[in-house]
């Protein structure tokens, strides 16, 4: 994707140059112009854009790994999407890491020590314990997905898209090579995983660092998919004398083919390792370590009625014929895996006739059908599901795991999803209110509620990706199943503005000027002023020069000119009234603000209803003034600053 070289996304992060490829996209170096830093992006390929289902659990699997923060966790900073020549581009912003894959390590050295194989099997544990605790499952740890930072940390990357490959069919394609080697017998089957799946993963790759190499090749992957499930992983020791027992030991627990076989969590396998690195012993309860260098193992004994236990669904494995059939089968195997893909490896397991029962379809008929058919043929059934729906009778069946045609072992387990009647239940909505994407949809998801981003605005109170508002509000009752849908904050608006002088101008250019720099004209007012011309701004809200968001309002004071100063006939309109009364003499003190700007200091006179300019000056701000002036008794003196009014004083008797 050369032509992706210098492209711009979000008006954000300009894609410098490729420095990965992988089956679900390729990955770049690029540079976050907002934060000034460097971070790798992964471009999802263009195939996955048509599946609306895929692009919805991509951006939410995205984002519930953006929770995981932890050092030994490539980080994941953004999740969006943008249109580049009328084509969609989802891509996933991450951490850049500046080091190499442990893939990329192995190939150089050859293999690891010991000693480094299991610092780095720690610190893949402790990223796995994390995600694990969050309930996300990896199902893609191999050592592509594994970097080494140049000062030798560990850090897991691809957290979050895996999920969105889970079910997805292993086909014949070469983007697939690279995962299927790490696969655990469950995943080959197409069945559903939990951590205890990224354990076996781990496993084959601490088998890669002690040896080199992954311990099955083929060039078909279907090929590589049925060795993960029918044979036996060697020892490490097979291929690695320096291996020691204790080491193999913890392997042969990790890879185990039964699930429930497996280590329960990664914290056992961190404290064994931590035992074997200081010197200790690996407890005694996981017995002898078994003979792997044997790559086939014999069918385990499987019960012959539906009592105990349900056992997790397995395919069909091949039975001691498979030697006697020779290069013929295994090659009639190769091609129909190679045509057919993964989803036909229950197809192409053998077992004896009367051990084995072949699928029925069920979808639209009743459970009762299905487990009628699981009784005869001892089989187990597992509801996986209920879903309420309008138009089927309670009790048909909508869904099963296991396709028509495939072939079970009696003992295996089927699961069906089934129709049920809508029965609204309510629930209170919580509030979300400053809660991220990822903490608001756990909220939600619990209660069996729906969650949808309806809009994002820019916002001064709340953080930047946090909920500003919701819709129904927390509190309120609602069905199950109902959307909240909410507001997201895009952090304060990055869009501001200078202020322009608007003093000396008419209303209309006031507006103009405004709106040239995406300010509004607020409120206008009027008083006396001789600074300017009848009708122009003498005062403004902001000043000249500052920045303002754009949209803010501006309020303004035009002037309304001043009344001409009295005639003598005005003053002889005085003594008509009655005697004079005698002037005095005062001062009219007046103290600046020290802003360093000089101001227009006017003083107005009032008296009989008539107003008149008495005393007019400029002053520099912090300046203290005594302004003298004289005036009968009752008169009242306006002192005005840049035409703004701040005091008045009345004459005593």
């Known amino acids: 994707m050369a032509e992706m070289m210098n492209l711009i996304l979000a008006e954000r992060y300009e894609c410098l140059e490729q420095i990965g490829s992988g089956g679900m996209g390729d990955v770049y170096k690029a540079h976050d112009r907002r934060l000034d830093r460097i971070v790798a992006i992964k471009i999802l390929k263009s195939e996955y854009n048509q599946d609306d289902n895929f692009i919805r659990k991509f951006r939410r699997e995205s984002l519930a790994a953006a929770s995981i923060s932890h050092p030994n966790i490539v980080s994941i900073y953004d999740v969006g999407m943008d249109v580049v020549e009328g084509e969609s581009l989802y891509y996933i912003v991450m951490e850049y890491i500046d080091g190499k ?33 969050k309930n996300i499952v990896h ?22 898209i895996a999920r969105m490959a889970g079910n997805q069919t292993v086909t014949v394609t070469t983007s697939v090579m690279g995962s299927v080697h790490y696969f655990s017998p469950e995943q080959a089957r197409g069945q559903k995983v939990d951590h205890r799946s990224d354990i076996y993963s781990m496993g084959v790759v601490l088998y890669e660092m002690l040896t080199g190499e992954v311990p099955f090749e083929s060039d078909n992957p279907v090929t590589v998919a049925l060795m993960h499930v029918q044979n036996q992983i060697p020892l490490p020791s097979s291929k690695n004398p320096a291996v020691t027992v204790e080491v193999d030991q913890i392997f042969s627990r990790m890879t185990e083919k039964k699930v429930q076989d497996r280590y329960d969590n990664v914290m056992q396998i961190i404290d064994d390792v931590k035992a074997i690195l ?18 086939m193992v014999a069918p385990p004994s499987r019960p012959k009625s539906p009592t105990g236990p349900r056992p997790p669904i397995q395919k069909k494995k091949k039975s001691n014929a498979l030697p006697m059939l020779g290069g013929a089968l295994l090659a009639i195997f190769l091609l129909v895996g190679l045509v057919f893909g993964a989803g036909h490896i229950r197809k192409l397991v053998d077992s004896s006739e009367s051990d084995t029962v072949e699928m029925l379809s069920f979808i ?11 009784l005869e043929q001892e089989l187990y059934v597992e509801i996986l599901d209920f879903q309420e729906t309008d138009d089927k009778d309670p009790g048909t069946i909508l869904e099963q795991n296991v396709e028509a045609g495939s072939v079970l072992n009696k003992g295996d387990t089927v699961g069906f999803v089934v129709a049920e009647s809508p029965e609204p239940v309510y629930v209170e909505v919580p509030s979300l209110a400053n809660l991220t994407v990822s903490e608001a949809q756990d909220s939600i998801e619990e209660l069996g509620l729906r969650f949808e981003v ?133 001062n009219l003190n007046l103290s600046l603000s020290d802003d360093g700007q000089e101001h227009e200091i006017s003083v107005v006179r009032k008296r009989g209803g008539k107003e008149q300019i008495v005393d007019s000056r400029r002053a520099e701000g912090g300046s203290s003034l005594s302004i003298p002036v004289k005036g009968r008794a009752g008169d009242v003196f306006d002192i005005y600053v840049d035409g703004k009014l701040m005091e008045s004083e009345k004459v005593g008797e």
């Open 101 to 133: 894959t442990l893939r990329a390590l192995i190939q150089e050295e050859g293999r690891l020590s010991q000693n480094a194989a299991l610092n780095y099997l720690i610190q893949i544990a402790e990223a796995l314990k994390v995600a694990h605790s």
């Open 139 to 160: 199902r893609d740890i191999k050592s592509q997905n594994i970097m080494i930072t140049r000062d030798n940390r560990v850090k897991v990357t691809d957290f979050g």
């Open 278 to 295: 200081l010197g200790k012993k690996v407890r005694p309860d996981y017995g002898p370590v078994t003979d792997r260098t044997h790559v």
């Open 364 to 374: 639209g008929r009743d459970i009762s059908e299905a487990e009628e058919f699981a």
């Open 454 to 586: 309806a809009s994002s605005e820019f916002s001064d109170e709340v953080p930047a990706d946090r909920i500003i508002s919701q819709e129904p509000e927390s509190g309120k009752e609602v069905a199950e199943r109902s959307t909240i849908r909410v507001i997201l904050s895009k952090g304060p608006d990055a869009r501001m503005t200078v202020v322009p002088n608007l003093k000396g101008v008419t209303v209309e250019k006031a507006k103009e000027l405004l709106a040239q720099q995406g300010l509004i004209l607020g409120d206008v007012s009027e008083q006396p002023d001789i600074t300017v011309g009848t009708g122009e701004v003498v005062w403004q809200q902001y000043d000249s020069g500052n920045q303002l968001k754009q949209g803010t309002t501006v309020d303004i004071i035009i002037s309304s000119g001043f009344p001409k100063p009295p005639t003598p006939d005005d003053d002889d309109d005085d003594d008509d009234q009655g005697e004079e009364k005698p002037e005095q003499s005062l």
